[in-house]
């Protein structure tokens, strides 16, 4: 690397998307990626710091200047070999992870001028790997007779039953959903994370030799203490935050409301946006989405393309407090996304036959800031107004289901309703370990392969401290 000139041009190189007007009418994806030139180009601006501040922001630590040395050198499958060593879902991680906050916050070239573009160059890497025609299978290695079960397929799971495979042990995934991926596959659309993608990552891990039951709840199909009967020996609890909160205001029973969660499942997963398919789904024609995150963002651009003339984001603060990252944000917009910034929702209408027809919201002012710095909204008495809609979808956030906790002895939960475990995913009960969104709460794909990582070195650790 050291002959190689640095290229110090103050922005990351573009990233080539579909044109917004034709996008917002199609799933494909809008992200296209770099070519070999421009990934060459971006890797150039990266000065190969000693001490790796990026390193430092990434949960999974991946090996980040080394990466992008190769990339540099054209070594593209030393790069993929040298990211995979520690991140199992390269190809997922350069698509949805907030790299703005995470890896590329550290970086140095981000304190004059934009950071070096490490998720694109990720992305980059796992989209050539997985191109190649002839790529080496991977390998399943020999069993050491340990059996693991995994609930749950999303990214904590995946991560914890890879890693719990290369060390040997027989790995079991059972997921309630007939098909693997958790949020990847029912939650993130399909123009932001082809599903394809996720299908090959999975392939590979049950190539691997990890099997995967689906339709398997456990809580309902069967408990944990019935896996420790059938012979499993530790159980890792990955099955996410998917259950939806409501706003509790009059006519959320209406028809035409959704939580986010549903709407996306429904287009998504079962795939109620293609023709072929007879999934039922409204085909609204003006969305008020309820919210301002990543969902928000996400359930707002699916109504679009399934053919809405108008969508709103609704949305209690102002543009500067939206949670949803900046990117999703201008995609949104330059999409035809309206936002209906400092407005909260006081009910929903509905005509005699029980379907929607309007949202009926509050101004808002921004008043003090609250303990975490962020203005309060306060309610502009008098100033309520009717949206007329013919859909509303509610994404104000979502918690962990229940049904494990309630069917576990002695496993112990937050006052969120999080399973409790320790920073290395360890819970009340021996044997049971947990992480990701079971664990915190919603919140992002690599923090939950984090924790799913942390849990396969944990369970590893108790089965040999039982031998
Ligand atoms: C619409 C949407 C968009 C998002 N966008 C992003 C993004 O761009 N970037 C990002 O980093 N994060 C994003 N997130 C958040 C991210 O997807 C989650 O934080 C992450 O998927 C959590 O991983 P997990 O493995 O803990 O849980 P999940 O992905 O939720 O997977 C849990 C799995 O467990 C299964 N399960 C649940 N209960 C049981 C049971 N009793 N028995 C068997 N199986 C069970 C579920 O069916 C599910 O498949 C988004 C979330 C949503 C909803
Ligand atoms: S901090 Fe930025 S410039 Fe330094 S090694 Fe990491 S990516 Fe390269």
Redesign the pocket.
Known sequence: MANLKVNMSMTKNEMPEQDPIVRAGNFDEVALGYDLETAVKEASRCLDCKNSPCRTGCPVRVKIPQFIAQVREGDLEKAYEIITSTNSLPAV?G????QEKQCESHCVRGIKGEPVGIGRLERFVADTHMALENKPEPVAPESNGHRIAV?????????CAGDLRKLGYDVT?????H???????????QF??PKEIVAAEIENLQKMGVKIVNN??????MTIDELFDDGFEAVF??????LPQFLHVPGENLLGVYS??EF?TRV?LMKAYRDDYDTPIKHPKVVAVVGG???A???ARVAKRLGAEHVYITYRRGKDELPA?LE?VEHAESEGIEFMLLNNPHAIHGDEEGRVTGIELIKQELGEPDAKGRRSPVAVEGSNWILECDAVII?IG?SP?P??RSTTPNLNTTKKGGIDADDNGVTSRPGVFA??????G????????G??KTGAKSIDEYIKSKK
């Open positions: 991680c698509r949805v992870c907030p609930i749950g397929s999303g990214p904590a799971g995946l991560t995934i059972f997921e309630a959903f098909k693997s991926g958790g949020v990847l596959v029912y939650g993130i659309p932001r994370l398997a709840i456990i809580g309902k199909s609890i990955g099955s996410g935050a998917g986010a969660n996306l998504n995150g990543n969902v963002m996400d359930a990252r999703e994404a979502t289901n049904l494990i992480g990701g969104d079971a664990v915190t919603a919140a992002t794909v690599i923090l939950a392969m924790a799913g």
